[in-house]
């Protein structure tokens, strides 16, 4: 009876060697994947942090341009009107230029007439003062002779000297209309520098606009290529996850067919040092048993500490707890067991069927005796009790989870416990 149990439990463990792989790949794989996940989320929030700045930067970027190009429109609209002005002040000097031109023409056109009048007068032998004063018979006729002849030389010089100031005058307000006109220019020229001025800074600001509108796309590609990846992340943790639970119910179901020997074989080493004793007792709505032996299942440590501090679990410390069992509190398969060396210690994690998970830590050393991928039975002992790791007496740890390898997922056990 005991040699064939023997040897079902060596196909066992060969089978679950097998099996194992495979669930601690499901199982480890889904922690990797998660942080991985959690990476990428991290990233994402860094980024969507940088988009922030970039749109910032850009929205006040593009308010400047705005800002410039109505400046721009504003100077645009003085050179207009500057323009329009110098184009009136152009007109008005070409017909100032006309007047002076006619005003020239007919100072020109009557001193030429003046001097052949003298001339004709000189000619004639009347009117020259010389000839008046030969040809006069008297004084009275010398005297209006030299009148006569003054009285045109001066009426010619009269007119002469009207035309003179008239032309001074034309050009005066010629030259008023070009000086008038060189300030517009100076002020058109002024305005133009400007306006380029600040062009170019709004050609500069929307290159930048430009460039920003650029980040901010590679930031977003960034984003949805993180954002993909984890989408694709979920969908490999789903796959592992239903992998896992193929395996767990192909495993459980090869388990059941020789759990009476293998219970029956491990019962019977009873409290031997190896340790494999199995604990029974009430059984909670939950479907978990205690996970101490009777006499120990006071709960010393709730789940915060005296201090208020969040502990996350319960501890079992009742004196002379250390050496004693720790039994599975369900069904379920391993997917931690490992030494810490602080922390936890000697911990276990046991995946249940329920989908809750559980934690015992600080066992002794040497005592753990399942390892990943085994299935464990409710009440099956997985390791004693001890105070390894970051513990000051001898007590269990033991915790709830709704999702393994996370702190966050911490239930209180005692929702749970008988
Ligand atoms: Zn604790």
Not at 14 to 23: A, N
Not at 99 to 127: F, H, I, P, W
Not at 289 to 314: E, N, R
């Amino acid at each position: 009876m005991k040699k064939i149990g023997l040897k079902i439990l060596g196909i066992l463990v060969s089978l679950i060697v097998l099996l194992q792989s495979t669930i601690v790949f499901a199982a480890a794989d889904t922690s990797a994947l998660e942080s991985e996940q959690n990476k990428n989320k991290e990233q994402i929030n860094d980024l969507n942090d940088q988009k922030d700045q970039v749109q910032e930067e850009k929205s006040n970027t593009q308010e400047e341009v705005n800002d410039l190009s109505a400046q721009i429109s504003d100077y645009q609209a003085q050179i207009n009107d500057l323009d329009s002005k110098i184009d009136d002040l152009n007109n008005q000097i070409e017909e100032s230029q006309k007047k002076l031109d006619e005003a020239q023409a007919k100072y020109n056109e009557n001193k030429k007439l003046a001097e052949e009048r003298l001339v004709v007068m000189q000619e004639s032998g009347d009117t020259t003062y010389l000839d008046l004063i030969l040809s006069s018979d008297s004084i009275t006729d010398l005297i209006s002779g030299y009148y006569l002849a003054s009285e045109l030389a001066e009426a010619d010089t009269e007119l002469l000297n009207n035309l003179e100031s008239e032309r001074q005058e034309v050009e005066k307000a010629k030259q008023d209309l070009e000086s008038k006109k060189k300030e517009l220019d100076t002020s058109k020229a002024s305005k133009q520098s400007i306006t380029t001025q600040l062009q170019a800074a709004k050609n500069e600001k929307t290159q930048r606009v430009a460039e920003l509108t650029e980040d901010e796309q590679k930031i977003q590609e960034q984003i949805d290529e993180l954002d993909e990846a984890n989408k694709a992340i979920d969908a490999k943790i789903q796959a592992a996850i239903q992998a896992a639970k193929a395996k767990q119910q192909s495993n459980t179901s090869n388990k059941n067919s020789t759990s009476n020997s293998n219970s029956s074989g491990n019962s019977s080493s009873g409290t031997s040092s190896s340790g494999t004793s199995s604990a029974s007792g009430s059984v909670s709505s939950s479907g978990f048993i205690y996970p101490v032996p009777a006499g120990y299942q006071k709960i010393t440590t709730g789940m915060y500490y005296s201090s208020g501090a969040y502990h996350g679990a319960v501890d079992f410390g009742t004196g002379g707890i250390n050496g004693k069992p720790i039994y599975a509190v369900a069904d379920g398969t391993v997917i931690v067991s490992e030494r810490l060396s602080g922390s936890y210690g000697n911990y276990i994690i046991i995946m249940h069927d329920n989908g809750l998970f559980t934690l015992y830590a600080h066992g002794q050393d040497g005592s753990r005796t399942v390892q990943v991928g085994d299935r464990v039975k409710q009440g099956q002992q997985i390791m004693r009790v001890g105070t390894t790791g970051n513990s000051t007496g001898p007590h269990l740890h033991f915790e709830v989870r709704t999702s393994p390898g996370k702190y966050s997922n911490r239930v209180n056990p005692k929702n749970y416990l008988p």
